[in-house]
């Protein structure tokens, strides 16, 4: 057994999604599960008392007597070079409650070796027997020593290290989003790298170990920060990959404001992943006592993604201290095309193929309809009003007269004496058609002229005056 131990380990986990509150005013029950460590030098003094004696007195004031209520599950773990389960118990009733409390004051500091990761091993199974029933779940462990697990442990190592079986259960830990705090009982322990390993919140106690002091550094231990539902959202994503991670974070438990490291943000989506997408980590996020506090991280993603939505997976890294739940988001991620990044170019083009759209019809009737007919018609020398006038093929004018007023007209109307339209028969090419509307108008003229164009006609007034019309050609 070395002489020089390491820390005094806390760890909160935190297994649901509900917030927790002090036991005066909490009302929903949860399950809590310590883990105390009872090897040999636990049993050793730190100033008047025992360290296993503050251990269990603060156990028992501070946990079982301050935190717990009825109807709570208490699950108490001893462990040294082997791991025991001591206590295993729903606390219906207040003698519940001090059965517990005899159990736990009972343990001694006499076992040989201190094995964390295997205690580390129960704990899970433990917890993993109780998670359906939606309790939220809390665990303490309290250890003085660095790990120094006996030979025959997975989790041996000959200078006391972490091993690569204890680093890869520590990776486990953290993606069950697990809250952990570690408190060393002395300086020049090795709960920075036990922190370090667990992302966790830890402190040193370099002068009495007592129930008070244990209580005073433990005192955000039922703190609780989540991600609020339904607020977390990625904004679409730039051509150059820059996007934002907005979220809400709900704080429970704590009484002073307390700050969060995010330390990275691992992103993937199929084929396609990145290790580090927080743009200028680690980002320190200042989080109120209780209350929502609004988020904003910036992200970059990879360049030129295919634009569509698609579920990316963010997987939260954290420095040693607080940290929020889950660890863990799949959020749809949209990246928008050419034109969501340059809505005003894009609206230009569209605007650009209407206007040419619109060209290319009027070239298409232009096209079908033939280069119109410019013709003119003067009665008497005079030019008609309206005159001159221009047809293509199914369009007409008409020739209308009123109180001996000659007119080239677009509508026809009770005045209309004459109809002019394009030549429908081919041999007649690009002539002008003139149709009697009232034959009786013309005179001395049976039929109308198959080309009206250059020709003299007499046409009649309504006061039955005659007057000389000719229709001429205006073509530029």
């Excluded at 025992?50 to 946990?63: G, N, P, Q, W």
């Excluded at 280069?371 to 020398?381: E, K, Q, Y």
């Excluded at 002539?431 to 020709?455: H, Q, V």
Aim: hydrophobic share 45%.
């Amino acid at each position: 057994m070395r002489c020089r131990k390491a820390a005094v380990v806390i760890l909160s986990l935190l297994l649901a999604v509900a917030g927790l509150v002090p036991a005066d005013k909490r009302t929903e029950n949860i399950d809590m599960f310590v883990v105390l460590d009872r090897s040999l030098s636990m049993d050793k003094h730190v100033g008047a008392v025992k360290k296993i004696d503050a251990v269990k007195a603060y156990t028992a004031s501070e946990l079982i007597d301050g935190q717990l209520i009825l109807g709570d599950f208490l699950e108490v773990i001893a462990f040294y070079g082997k791991t025991e389960v001591v206590v295993s118990q729903l606390v219906q009733t207040e003698a519940d409650r001090t059965s517990v409390k005899r159990i736990v004051n009972g343990l001694v500091g006499n076992g040989r070796f201190t094995d964390i990761g295997n205690a580390l091993d129960t704990l899970r199974t433990e917890v993993a027997k109780r998670e359906s029933n939606g309790r939220l779940k809390h665990v303490l462990l309290i250890t003085d020593g660095i790990q120094e697990a006996p030979p025959t442990s997975k989790y041996y190592s000959p200078d006391g290290s972490f091993n690569h079986e204890f680093l890869a259960n520590t990776k486990t830990i953290q993606k069950k989003g697990w809250k952990i705090q570690l408190l060393g009982l002395g300086a020049g322990t090795a709960v920075l790298d036990l922190a370090e390993a667990l992302e966790a919140v830890f402190g040193e106690l370099t002068g009495d170990v007592t129930a008070d002091e244990l209580a005073r550094q433990t005192e955000n231990l039922l703190g609780t920060i989540r991600i609020v539902d339904g607020t977390a959202a990625v904004a679409p994503v730039s051509p150059d990959g820059s996007t934002t991670l907005c979220l809400s974070l709900r704080s429970e438990g704590y009484s002073r404001e307390v700050t969060v490291s995010v330390a990275g943000i691992a992103a993937s989506a199929g084929t396609v992943s990145v290790g580090q997408a927080l743009v200028g980590s680690p980002v320190a996020l200042r989080i109120a006592a209780s209350g929502d506090t609004a988020v904003r991280l910036p992200l970059s993603l990879p360049a030129d993604l295919p634009a569509g939505r698609r579920p990316w997976k963010l997987s939260f890294s954290f420095l040693p201290g607080e940290r929020f739940t889950p660890g863990e988001l799949t959020l749809p991620v949209a990246v928008r095309g050419w034109a969501g990044n340059h809505p005003l170019a894009f609206w230009l083009i569209i605007a650009g193929v209407v206007v040419l759209a619109a060209l290319l019809v009027l070239l298409v009737l232009r096209l079908v309809r033939g280069r119109p007919v410019r013709f003119g018609v003067s009665v008497d020398g005079e030019p008609a009003a309206g005159s001159p006038a221009a047809l293509v093929k199914g369009s007409y004018r008409y020739l209308c007269e009123r109180d001996g007023d000659f007119s080239l007209e677009a509508k026809r109307t009770s005045r209309s004496i004459a109809r002019f339209s394009l030549s429908r028969r081919p041999e007649h090419g690009r002539a002008l058609a003139m149709e009697f509307l009232k034959p009786d108008r013309f005179w001395k003229a049976s039929e109308p002229p198959e080309n009206a164009i250059g020709c003299s006609l007499t046409v009649k007034a309504s006061d039955g005056s005659r007057h000389a019309m000719k229709v001429s050609s205006k073509e530029r």
